[in-house]
T-cell receptor, first 113, second 111 residues
Framework: KAGVTQTPRYLIKTRGQQVTLSCSPI?????VSWYQQTPGQGLQFLFE???????NKGNFPGRFSGRQFSNSRSEMNVSTLELGDSALYLC????????????FGQGTRLTVV | KQEVTQIPAALSVPEGENLVLNCSFT??????LQWFRQDPGKGLTSLLL?????REQTSGRLNASLDKSSGRSTLYIAASQPGDSATYLC??????????FGKGTSLLVTP
């Protein structure tokens, strides 16, 4: 059974640009959550999508957005990139909204220069 | 806002030792709690899931306990091996269903 797939694995972007990250959940899982991991703040919740609807959102600015497609794949977009957006972005998939168990992908390492 | 604290922050032990990693959280209204391990530069691997109604969960050499009322969970690793070296993360899932992470315990098991 394939795990959670995140693409691309690495990205380098310039300040002010925008970026789109992709996440394909485990087959049959309908919920996708996104997390940001930085050395200073640790892992922080961005948002969760279930049945193509955002169900929960963390404390991040509106520059961070996402969407989910009918096949449960999800994309996350960050506009007007800042240096502080450099982080490992992790996607987690679950059977349903809120879990019960979350399975994570390998992450996308975003570097903003 | 849920605050999660993991103690110790780092631990170095010789192979074969039994270990206890501690996690405390401030809001006891949790849905469940997961323990993960993370290898450097990699994603998170789920180790154990404990539902809020459960007291403990076991998988191989790993045992996790949960005391929801006191806001504590512990991960017990028996007979540690060098392959257990990683960062261990505790994540209670809050009433809004988001996972809240601690900073983790960095474990090094030496041969």
């Amino acid at each position: 059974k394939a795990g959670v797939t995140q693409t691309p694995r690495y990205l380098i972007k310039t300040r002010g640009q925008q970026v789109t990250l992709s996440c394909s959940p485990i087959s049959g899982h309908r919920s996708v959550s996104w997390y940001q991991q930085t050395p200073g703040q640790g892992l922080q919740f961005l948002f969760e999508y279930f049945s193509e609807t955002q169900r929960n959102k963390g404390n991040f600015p509106g520059r961070f957005s996402g969407r989910q497609f009918s096949n449960s794949r999800s994309e996350m977009n960050v506009s007007t990139l800042e240096l502080g957006d450099s982080a490992l972005y992790l996607c987690a998939s679950s059977l349903a909204f809120g879990g019960p168990e979350a399975f994570f992908g390998q992450g996308t390492r975003l570097t903003v220069v | 806002k849920q605050e999660v604290t993991q103690i110790p922050a780092a631990l170095s032990v010789p192979e074969g030792e039994n270990l206890v990693l501690n996690c405390s959280f401030t809001d006891s209204a949790i849905y469940n709690l997961q323990w993960f391990r993370q290898d450097p530069g990699k994603g998170l691997t789920s180790l154990l899931l404990i539902q809020s109604s459960q007291r403990e969960q076991t998988s191989g050499r790993l045992n996790a306990s949960l005391d929801k009322s006191s806001g504590r969970s512990t991960l017990y690793i028996a007979a540690s091996q060098p392959g257990d070296s990683a960062t261990y993360l505790c994540a209670p899932r809050d009433a809004g269903y988001a996972l809240n992470f601690g900073k983790g315990t960095s474990l090094l098991v030496t041969p």
